[in-house]
């Protein structure tokens, strides 16, 4: 059985029992017991009687695809959250014309406990209200989070070696600009920064290229 490998921050290799060929579709399984379809790409090594492949899901669902997903779903639950906010709302009004009349509680009447039972029910349906509203404030706000992640491109994609390429190279003419006085330090460790986006900068681009080359 083929399973999933955490290799690196957002990248997960097959692990297998066997040897497999650069494009084959494989069965991938999940901890949860799901299988997922996916493409071979790369070995990345082989250790303890297990081989690790590089994968990306045959049917294209990532990261991104993931994300916009995500962010519909939490929409969809923004929506519902703010229509039912508003029925609890209009639900809330129950009585409006008698209770605008201010009639005060009648103690020891036959109409008292009706009469606190309506205040009640409407005073719960107004706090629920804005129970519900509040949900789909947090759930747009999380719909936003996604929807910004539905762009991202990072080593989990094939399409990183030539992100990383072209971050490197931004990064390495920021780091000899810098060098040069080309471009102004706006601070003491300016350079060191630099240097630093640089190092990371060729980092992924060595392990997209073990990934995806």
């Known amino acids: 059985m083929n399973t999933y490998y955490k290799f690196a921050p957002n990248v997960f290799l097959a692990q297998c029992t066997e040897k497999h060929e650069k494009?084959?579709?494989?069965?991938?399984?999940?901890?949860?017991?799901?299988?997922?379809?996916?493409?071979?790409?790369?070995?990345?090594?082989?250790k303890n009687g297990f081989f690790y492949y590089s994968i990306i899901r045959a049917d294209g669902f990532n990261i991104q695809e993931r994300a916009?997903?995500?962010?519909?779903?939490?929409?969809?639950?923004?929506?519902?959250?703010?229509?039912?906010s508003d029925e609890l709302w209009e639900a809330s009004h129950e009585g409006r014309d008698f209770l605008s009349m201010g009639e005060p509680i009648k103690v020891g009447h036959h109409s008292e406990?009706?009469?606190r039972?309506?205040?009640?029910?409407?005073?719960n349906r107004m706090s629920k209200s804005i129970e519900m509203s509040d949900k789909a404030v947090e759930h747009l706000s999380r719909a936003e989070y996604w929807e910004s992640k539905a762009n991202e491109v990072n080593l989990?994609?094939?399409?990183?070696?030539?992100?990383?390429?072209?971050?490197?190279?931004?990064a390495i003419e920021?780091?000899?600009?810098?060098?040069?006085?080309?471009?102004?330090r706006?601070?003491?460790?300016?350079?060191?920064?630099?240097?630093?986006?640089?190092?990371?900068?060729?980092?992924n681009l060595e392990l997209a290229k073990k990934l995806w080359s």
């Open 117 to 123: 039972a309506l205040i009640d029910r409407n005073w």
């Open 174 to 184: 920021k780091h000899e600009g810098l060098k040069s006085g080309k471009y102004e």
């Open 23 to 46: 494009g084959e579709i494989i069965p991938v399984t999940t901890k949860y017991g799901k299988e997922n379809d996916s493409e071979v790409f790369n070995l990345m090594g082989a």
């Open 186 to 203: 706006s601070h003491s460790y300016s350079l060191t920064y630099a240097k630093k986006d640089r190092n990371e900068a060729e980092k």
């Open 156 to 170: 989990s994609m094939p399409e990183s070696l030539e992100f990383y390429e072209f971050k490197l190279e931004q």
């Open 113 to 115: 406990k009706r009469h």
């Open 68 to 84: 916009k997903a995500k962010a519909e779903r939490l929409k969809g639950w923004a929506l519902s959250a703010d229509k039912k």
